[in-house]
């Protein structure tokens, strides 16, 4: 009896699905917002529905294999990877069985992961920690695979002992986030963003930044104790004022991020410390003591609208920011009203060009020679009652020789006796557009 070799393997039709179960975010160690990390262990389950009936998924369980056209659950599950870790171990990294037919991916993993702080409301920011889980699988290789979620049945928990809780605030949910990476033309690769939103508590640079800074100003409005004649102890006085201000702003440099922006807490700083400036400038200057009073009064001024300026931005415009743009990731941006009319515009002619074909163009004007003839052999033919549009003794065109000469001659003397139409010169047109206008 002969032997009937295996069909060979063809690769699947459709990608696999990855269906999102659960995600842990265990717990948050670290956030330097200097190195633009933060360190982070998390718990990842994903389902392949009907796993447990596909052979090819169940070959080699938690071994390691090679790379077929169908390739198991256990080589797929090495295949993922995160894009955005700066420093990655896997604690647990297995597929199971679980239910009737289902196979499961259990990913355990502990790194630090680079993230884009945005700091320019600091230290009032929020700040959202992202972790990216990919495969090395593209959408146009031989094995895709697809990231799926249900918001009915997935789980995401966010840590419940946060170590952090003294310096960040972790109120938000874990949302989950789809996205596409292109590292090069003609390859996408799907990636999986976990999304946990922190903010900052800014009691510590409150204490120890904005409090030293108003109390400086608040000391160098004390000049106007001294008399406008005693200049060299004002400017003593604001001189020390001046460089202990700086003095301190180096020394809690370090603990502000280095950035190539300002941010609000740079803004508050360097406005205190202009105020102290001008009012070195008024300890040199000024003698009179009206104006030396206008003067103070103009300091204490300078010196409430800035702090009304500060907690207006800290306090209301930063968690309107904030909101607008949690708004906007939620929801997609609309597109311009503009946009959308010139589309509908555009989409309207070419369905009118669809609709209706193009016109032939127009035949080229024939020589005055050949028309001319034309005309008065139809002429000839009418006088000599001949209905059918044709000569008595027509040629190779179809009227006689002197039909054509007598039509030739006349269409010469048309183009000799045809006015010329003047010409018009650059300015004349000019002052008759502008009649015109008037």
Known sequence: MPITAPAPATPREQPLTCEVARIDILHVSKIDQIEHAFSARLFFQLILRGGQRDDDLLRGLNEPSDFQLRPSATWLLHQFHFPNALKLEYAERKVTKMGADDLHLILRVDGTFLQHFKLHDFPYDSQILQVHLSSHCANEGIAPVRFTWSPLTVKLQRPTHFALKDVWEMSKPVRLDLETLNPSPGRTYPVLKT?????????????????????????????????????????????????????YKMSVASSIPAIAYVTLLDRYV??????????????????????????????????????????????????????????????????????EKMRRVLMGARRNSSNNPRRSPAPPAADRTTEAPRRLGRLVDVESGDRSGQSASPGDDGF????????????????????????????QRRSSMGVACL
């Not at 001024?301 to 907690?311: G, S």
Request: glycine letters at 2%; proline letters at 6%; charged letters at 25%.
């Open 195 to 247: 999304c946990v939103e922190v903010t900052r508590r800014p009691n510590y640079h409150l204490v120890n930044v904005v409090f030293p800074m108003a109390c400086f100003v608040l000391m160098g409005c004390c000049q106007f104790a001294h008399e406008t004649s005693n200049v060299e102890g004002r400017l003593e006085y604001m001189g020390a004022i001046v460089l202990t201000s700086t003095a």
């Open 270 to 339: 360097l406005a205190c410390i202009m105020i102290c400036i001008l009012l070195v400038f008024e300890a040199a200057f000024v003698r009179d003591p009206f104006a030396d009073s206008v003067a103070l009064f103009v300091s204490i001024a300078l010196f409430v609208a800035l702090q009304v300026a500060f907690c207006y931005t800290a306090y209301i415009a930063v968690p309107r920011r904030a909101e607008e743009r949690r708004r906007t990731e939620r929801t997609p941006r609309p597109k311009p009203a503009w946009r």
């Open 400 to 427: 006689d020789d002197e039909a054509r000469e007598r039509g030739a001659t006349a269409a010469a003397r048309d183009d000799r006796t045809k006015p010329t139409e003047p010409r018009i010169s650059s300015s």
